[in-house]
């Protein structure tokens, strides 16, 4: 069957190395933002969160980074594992509750 | 705890049948998501509802039809298959932030 993440960039790090995930986002009026783990063959997974008037928060291994001014999100991922192979979504979510899902990346763990 | 639970996980439909996705959610959940993924994509949002009672049109509502039956429901319809329509979707549920999403239905239109 079809892959997920087979169209998205890709980003292949080495176990133990750290990694950085990039989003850019489009829409000033979002309160929230938030990045989403997906497993082949799953739905995605809430990983975390960061209101629009922060612009760090750090959760167990992650950290989100949030620039405003260059609308520029990142997901940084400690000591990175071989579990964390997944494609990596950032979504943005407004007063409506409306989620809307931005680009993708690919992260490949090598061993 | 189920969480989300999407019926059907397969469909094949030849194209101008309709038929209707359900979703169901167990954790009291106000607000409700329907998207779909193309392969290697990423999520597209085709309706939402943010609490029973109300829906509204995501970046891709063309073709497709939804209803909030009550606070754990929310369908999908397509009333006339196109191959485009070929993707596979999801269903979500939220309580703030944390979307929990179903396991996914896989359509196919031929």
């Known amino acids: 069957g079809e892959s997920v993440g087979l169209h998205l960039p890709t980003l292949s790090v080495q176990e133990g190395d750290n990694s950085i995930i990039n989003c850019a986002y489009s829409?000033?009026?979002?309160?929230?933002f938030i990045w989403y783990k997906q497993e082949s063959g799953k739905g995605p997974q809430f990983i975390i969160d960061?209101?629009?008037?922060?612009d760090k928060r750090q959760g167990q291994r992650v950290t989100v980074l949030l620039n405003k001014t260059v609308k520029h999100l990142s997901l940084q991922i400690a000591a990175t594992q071989p579990g964390d192979s997944a494609v990596y979504f950032c979504a943005e979510m407004d007063s409506s509750y409306k989620l809307i899902f931005g680009s993708g990346t690919r992260l490949l763990v090598r061993p | 705890n189920a969480g989300v639970t999407q019926t059907p996980k397969f469909q094949v439909l030849k194209t101008g049948q309709s038929m209707t996705l359900q979703c169901a959610q167990d954790m009291n959940h106000n607000s409700m998501y329907w998207y779909r993924q193309d392969p290697g994509m990423g999520l597209r949002l085709i309706y939402y509802s943010a609490s029973e009672g109300t829906t509204d049109k995501g970046e891709v509502p063309n073709g497709y039809n939804v209803s909030r039956l009550n606070k754990r429901e929310f369908s999908l319809r397509l009333e006339s298959a196109a191959p485009s329509q070929t993707s596979v979707y999801f269903c979500?549920?939220?309580?703030?932030?944390?979307?929990?999403f179903g396991q996914g239905t896989r359509l196919t239109v031929v």
């Open positions: 979500a549920s939220s309580e703030g932030l944390q979307a929990f």
């Open positions: 829409n000033s009026a979002s309160d929230y």
């Open positions: 960061i209101r629009s008037n922060m």
